[in-house]
């Protein structure tokens, strides 16, 4: 009877050991130490955000070759991407400093992630004076690609420069010192 209790315990804590999974990793879009001071003057909203569907979760979704997508279920973004996203744009671009008061709509055609190679952002984005109806000042495609190390967090730190580097374009944009899209750095 006591070595059948013994066997059952031991065979129970197996079980349990077995059953444990890694915990769960979050990352964030927006960097620990943002450039710059804030701007006066005018200002940048986000009027709309929108990704793709498929990676618009709270789990990191990477590219897997060339048709494969896999949905990382212990690396996961602090929000769902299209949260993040807007909450890294925000405090990029409180360090603008428009003209006047404008607006961006922003529309992520892609964001691949592939560890050991490159973070990508393909990016429809408008930008028009805040309250003039639907006048677009500016209607932009920027694709940002950025090369990134083999680990989830080098894929994280290369798609937060890739966010910067919009947010730097915007921010030209909004300025009007040039004429047309920028381009991108």
């Given at each position: ?47 709309g955000l929108s990704v793709p569907p498929q990676v618009d979760r709270p789990q990191i ?89 083999p680990s989830i967090d080098d894929l994280v730190i290369a798609q937060q420069n890739n ?23």
């Amino acid at each position: 009877m006591v070595a059948s209790m013994k066997i059952m315990l031991v065979t129970a804590l197996m079980l349990l050991v077995a059953c444990r999974s890694e915990p769960i990793q979050f990352h964030t879009l927006t960097p620990a130490q943002l450039s710059g001071t804030r701007g006066g003057g005018g200002e940048i909203q986000i009027e709309g955000l929108s990704v793709p569907p498929q990676v618009d979760r709270p789990q990191i979704v990477i590219r897997q070759g060339n048709s494969g997508l896999a949905i990382l279920e212990t690396q996961w973004w602090a929000a769902s991407l299209a949260d993040e996203l807007r909450s890294a744009l925000v405090d990029q671009l409180a360090n603008a400093t428009p003209q006047r008061k404008v607006s961006v709509r922003i529309d992520v055609q892609r964001f691949d992630s592939i560890p050991g190679q490159y973070a990508l952002m393909d990016v429809k984005w408008r930008l028009r004076s805040a309250g003039e109806g639907d006048n677009a000042l500016i209607s932009c495609r920027s694709t940002l690609q950025t090369p990134s190390g083999p680990s989830i967090d080098d894929l994280v730190i290369a798609q937060q420069n890739n966010v910067k580097r919009l947010a730097a374009l915007i921010s030209r944009a909004a300025s009007g010192t040039q004429k047309g899209c920028p381009v991108t750095p």
